[in-house]
T-cell receptor, first 112, second 113 residues
Framework: GQQLNQSPQSMFIQEGEDVSMNCTSS?????WLWYKQDPGEGPVLLIA?????ELTSNGRLTAQFGITRKDSFLNISASIPSDVGIYFC????????????FGQGTRLTINP | DADVTQTPRNRITKTGKRIMLECSQT?????MYWYRQDPGLGLQLIYY???????NKGEISDGYSVSRQAQAKFSLSLESAIPNQTALYFC????????????FGPGTRLTVL
C-alpha cells in the first residue's frame, strides 16, 4: 500500500546526455515531489507537482504528474557534472498527513 | 549558517553502546522528523514530532527513541546500538501549514561495529 517504485536504480551516462527516471505508486495521490541528494548532503526539494497532467520545469529539470495520478517522471536535459547525486520521488503517506514516503532513489553518475 | 544542523556528522561506535544524535533548526518550523537511509531503500521514517509535546512512531521505530527538548531541537537515541543500525541518519523539518515540503539536515553517518 505505501510502496513507491522508482526506476532505474542507477544510471551511468556521458556528460551532455538527457536523463529520464520515473516513479510509480499503487495508490492515487494528489502530490508528487522530487528531491535531489548531493553527495554528503541531505535531500533538497527540486520540484513539487499537485495536479494530474501537470508539467513543471526547474532549469534543465522537468517533472510531470502522470495522468493516471499513479506515476511521475523526471527528466534532465543536457546533463552536467553537478547533476550527479541521488534523485528521490516522494509523496504524502496520505492526503494531508504531513508525512512522506520515498522511492528507493535513482543514483546518477556522469562521465565527463 | 545552515538552517538544519546535525551533530555529530560521523560516529563510529560499538555494539551495545548508547548513542544520541542531535538535530537543531533555526527555521522556526513546528514539525521535525528523523529518517534513516540505507543503500537502495530510500528514506525510512523513524519518528516524527508535530510540536514540543507530540511524539509519533514512524515506519521503523524499534530500537530507537526520541526527545523533543524544544521547538528547535529533536534528538534521536539508540539505547543499545547494534550493527544493523549502521546507516545514514537525516533530520528534517516542515512548517505548520507548509504543505508537504520538508527541509533536510546534512546527515549523520553512524557505524556500529
Amino acid at each position: 500500500g505505501q510502496q513507491l517504485n522508482q526506476s532505474p536504480q542507477s544510471m551511468f551516462i556521458q556528460e551532455g546526455e538527457d536523463v529520464s527516471m520515473n516513479c510509480t505508486s499503487s495508490s492515487i495521490f494528489n502530490t508528487w515531489l522530487w528531491y535531489k541528494q548531493d553527495p554528503g548532503e541531505g535531500p533538497v526539494l527540486l520540484i513539487a507537482l499537485y495536479k494530474a497532467g501537470e508539467l513543471t520545469s526547474n532549469g534543465r529539470l522537468t517533472a510531470q504528474f502522470g495522468i493516471t495520478r499513479k506515476d511521475s517522471f523526471l527528466n534532465i536535459s543536457a546533463s552536467i557534472p553537478s547533476d550527479v547525486g541521488i534523485y528521490f520521488c516522494a509523496r504524502p503517506v496520505r492526503e494531508g498527513a504531513q508525512k512522506l514516503v520515498f522511492g528507493q532513489g535513482t543514483r546518477l553518475t556522469i562521465n565527463p | 549558517d545552515a538552517d538544519v544542523t546535525q551533530t555529530p556528522r560521523n560516529r563510529i561506535t560499538k555494539t551495545g553502546k548508547r548513542i544520541m544524535l542531535e538535530c537543531s533548526q533555526t527555521k522556526g518550523h513546528d514539525r521535525m522528523y528523523w529518517y534513516r537511509q540505507d543503500p537502495g531503500l530510500g528514506l525510512q521514517l523513524i519518528y516524527y514530532s508535530f510540536d514540543v509535546k507530540d511524539i509519533n512512531k514512524g515506519e521503523i521505530s524499534d530500537g530507537y527513541s526520541v526527545s523533543r527538548q524544544a521547538q528547535a531541537k529533536f534528538s534521536l537515541s539508540l539505547e543499545s546500538a547494534i550493527p544493523n543500525q549502521t546507516a545514514l541518519y537525516f533530520c528534517a523539518t516542515s512548517p505548520l501549514g507548509g504543505g508537504d515540503t520538508q527541509y533536510f539536515g546534512p546527515g549523520t553517518r553512524l557505524t556500529v561495529l
